[in-house]
């Protein structure tokens, strides 16, 4: 055909070997080990392509040739009996956004680097019918931009730093079929700040009072002394914060003090006790303070004047206003293996023990609706297991947690109810979504968590 009423035709395969067919003309041109033959030849107009090799199937693909144009089609050779292998990118979930660390001793204190948190990509279950060995490409299908690990693993990840909606697609193939399959993730960065104890440098004989971003960022360092400082409690408007130092060294004379956010202007209120919380209208504070040898839970004015006691009998250990203020949150000691929790009025009225059962509730917080949120455990240093109940003890179950998480100890909730932050067994803080859905290992130790939303 002459030259100027022809066009061009590429033909792509998958295997060498296979015979091209075209309109059902066996055309005696053979796939070369180049995977690629091209006839400059071909009638305009609209034709049927496919392959034929002895113990293959092959797609067939329909091309428009036009004069001096150029079309090009892929086929795809199959041995017969070959299935199609599948494609598992893993369940849509959620991933936080944030830092974590890593530490280094110099021989006089750690060093602590900040990383990227990285968010995995898990494509492991996909799997081949015939037992044929995979290949693996991953690809950002939409959303803010993200570079992969390794886009060639069956499981790999990427490390995002903006929050939106990435959705990312696999490919899987046997070397003849592919099949692919996406997975969406939702990337967030928690806004707010964190205030929790800590003896992070290991140079220190005692605690300190550190602060950081709720993301992990900006990790500081409050006090600075050769004695305890810890039980920190962010003031209502994140600008103060309450906590307990022992400036005597021994271990036993607590005092209450006040600092700014930053650390500085501190100010001893010269009042014995333990910090416990700071009021939500910003203007008292909560403590515990030994009567008769056992800790019982007082309030002062902000500034550490006019004390009064509300409860009496059992030891008591943690406690939190309510939401409204209105009412203090408590657990305490009963027996040596029964802590158990309970709730009393502001004004030390209308006392309810919530617990029964000679268990042990070391740890209890608020959920951001004013639920309770406590742990159970068989005894002391036994394994806790965090669950929920209403205010009146009833309607309890057991929180949803990350898979391994096996004992929470400290924790606090957002005040949107989106994220938990808590001590794990492994005496480091992490954060997890409230449904247990994602979780991020600071990769620091610290305990007597309080969360403030920010600025």
């Known amino acids: 055909m002459s030259p100027s009423t022809a066009g061009t035709l590429v033909v792509r395969a998958n295997v060498s070997g296979g015979q091209v067919v075209i309109d059902n003309e066996e055309t005696n041109v053979v796939i070369p080990a180049g995977l690629t033959y091209t006839f400059t030849d071909i009638s305009p107009g609209q034709h049927s392509i496919s392959l034929v090799k002895s113990g293959f199937t092959s797609t067939t693909e329909t091309a428009t040739v036009q ?32 830092a974590y660390y890593t530490a280094y001793f110099n021989g006089v204190y750690n060093e602590y680097t900040a990383h990227d948190r990285e968010c995995i990509l898990n494509g492991s279950a996909s799997n081949d019918p015939n037992g044929d060995t995979l290949t693996y490409l991953w690809e950002l299908v939409s959303g803010p931009a993200a570079e992969i690990s390794n886009v060639g693993l069956s499981s790999t990840y990427f490390t995002p730093s903006t929050e939106g909606t990435y959705k990312f697609r696999i490919t899987v193939s046997d070397g003849y079929l592919e099949s692919e399959d996406v997975t969406t993730i939702e990337m967030i960065r928690i806004a707010g700040k964190i205030t929790f104890t800590a003896n992070l440098e290991q140079n220190h004989t005692g605690s300190e009072v550190y602060t950081m971003n709720a993301d992990g960022t900006d990790l500081r360092r409050l006090t600075d002394n050769s004695y305890r400082d810890g039980w920190p409690h962010w003031s209502p408007d994140g ?6 130092t022992n400036p005597s060294g021994d271990g036993e004379t607590f005092i209450i003090a006040k600092m700014d956010e930053d650390g500085t202007n501190v100010i001893s209120l010269s009042v014995e006790g333990i910090s416990r919380d700071w009021s939500p209208d910003g203007e008292y504070l909560l403590y515990a303070q030994k009567h008769g040898g056992l800790y019982q839970l007082y309030e002062m004015d902000k500034n550490g004047s006019n004390p009064r006691k509300i409860t009496t009998g059992y030891k008591k250990y943690f406690a939190y206003y309510s939401k409204d203020g209105s009412e203090i949150l408590f657990n305490m000691e009963v027996s040596y293996d029964g802590n158990e929790i309970g709730l009393i009025d502001r004004d030390g009225s209308n006392y309810q023990q919530l617990t029964n059962n000679n268990q042990t509730h070391s740890f209890i917080n608020w959920t951001y609706d004013g639920r309770i949120l406590y742990t159970t455990a068989s005894c002391v240093g036994c394994d806790g297991t965090l669950y929920v109940m209403n205010t009146n003890g009833t309607g309890s179950y057991a929180w949803p947690v990350p898979e391994g998480v096996t004992d929470i100890n400290t924790f606090v909730m957002t ?3 989106q994220f938990v932050f808590y001590q794990n067994a492994d005496g480091k803080i992490h954060v997890m979504y409230s449904d247990g859905s994602d979780d991020l290992n600071f990769g620091i130790s610290g305990s007597n968590i309080d969360y403030h939303p920010g600025p």
């Open 67 to 98: 004069t001096n144009g150029s079309v090009e089609v892929t086929l795809i050779m199959n041995p017969i009996g070959n299935a199609a292998p599948v494609a598992v990118a893993g369940a849509d979930k959620n991933c936080i956004i944030g």
């Open 239 to 244: 600008n103060q914060i309450l906590f307990t």
């Open 415 to 417: 005040d949107d109810g």
